[in-house]
């Protein structure tokens, strides 16, 4: 087994610490698909409440010219792991 493979016992400096986890959730999520799915896609996720469409990154191309993607980050500080009910 390689040096960068074996576990660090230096948790201080580790950045997915779990207490830095705990501080802010960061959520990413990204559409790929066509312009026209991508766009449909995002409307729904509005209309369903989970996120205004101007908070979704504007499209970008992909390696695929018939596709687009669309990329949301949330940044949440979490004081709890229990979802809130609706």
Known sequence: ??????PDD???????DESAASEQDILML????SPKA?????LTLY?????????W?????????KQVMSV???RKV???ETPPRR
């Open 47 to 55: 209309r369903l409440g989970f996120a205004e469409v101007n908070d």
């Open 57 to 65: 990154s504007q499209l970008q191309r992909t390696g695929n010219p």
């Open 72 to 74: 949301l980050i949330r």
């Open 1 to 6: 087994m390689t040096e960068e493979f074996v």
């Open 38 to 42: 991508v766009r449909k896609t995002i």
């Open 78 to 80: 979490s004081t709890d």
């Open 10 to 16: 230096n948790t201080s400096e580790r950045p997915n």
């Open 30 to 33: 990204t559409i790929v698909g």
